[in-house]
């Protein structure tokens, strides 16, 4: 009996370990919350594609942060590596919003 116990333990734990991850484990693996999570509304990464930086769109949280001349970027507060690569490349921090800063960085391709 204590066999056929073992067995269907290991076999559960296996098919768990198949299961497709939800929101909130993938938020536990990486340690971001969604943008949305702080009010704000994510555009597309920055600069580019995989990036933990985003560009945020206009909202309530954002209105009173938003220039033509310069891209409104929302990066993750407990991401020194990408807040400073934002830092490098121009931008200034312009609020705190949420989990994450938002910062004001030059307009144009990302370099």
């Keep these: 009996m204590t066999r056929y116990l073992s067995t269907a333990t290991i076999a559960l734990a296996l098919l768990s370990a198949c299961a497709a991850p939800s929101d909130d484990t ?3 693996e990486t340690g971001y919350t969604p943008p949305e999570a702080s009010g704000l509304i994510a555009v597309r990464p920055f600069p580019t594609e995989g990036d933990v930086c985003q560009v945020v769109g206009e909202n309530d949280t954002t209105r009173d942060y938003l ?3 310069a891209t409104l970027i ?4 407990n991401d020194l590596g990408a807040s400073e ?3 490098k ?10 989990a994450g800063w938002l910062r004001s960085g030059p307009s144009g391709p990302a370099g």
């Design 26 to 28: 993938a938020n536990r």
């Design 67 to 69: 220039d033509d001349s």
């Design 74 to 77: 929302g990066c993750p507060s």
């Design 85 to 87: 690569d934002r830092v």
């Design 89 to 98: 490349a121009g931008a200034t921090r312009v609020a705190r919003a949420g």
